[in-house]
């Protein structure tokens, strides 16, 4: 997930506002490998239960019932000029989701793995501790379509 997350950092995983309300787009979250139920993995929720994703072109686009005829998606938690790799069109089923590593040449994600399940997700990261000139209080980013 680098930049935004580098290895040995100490994270804060949040687990029971999930409970109420389901992932939003932005989040990053900690879930089980879909590969590898005993590893868990942190990505970026980017298409949400019943959405379409297509990626083309380096962009990712989302197609859902408010935006029939889709919309690009703004990243801007990602470093300027990087683009998504990969050509994709996914239909995100009922109680999935699609995810995305930020370091998006070397990720391995919903590109390779596919939709994650709602039950396979652990939560959210909410707090990084360590190390002392990085920590931060993570909020999913405000879309603006």
Known sequence: MEPTFFD??????EE???????????????FKSPENPGDYLIKRVIGLPDERVEIKGGEVTIYNDSHPAGFKLNESYLPPGLMTGGDLDVQVGSNR???????????LDSRSFGVI??????????FRGWPLNRITKFNAPVYQY
């Open 8 to 13: 040995k950092e100490y994270l804060i995983v």
């Open 16 to 30: 029971i506002s999930y409970r109420f309300n389901g992932p939003q787009r932005g989040d990053v979250i900690v």
């Open 97 to 107: 989701y699609f995810v995305l590593g930020d370091n998006r040449s070397v990720s």
């Open 117 to 126: 399940t709602r039950q396979g997700i652990v939560g959210r990261v909410w």
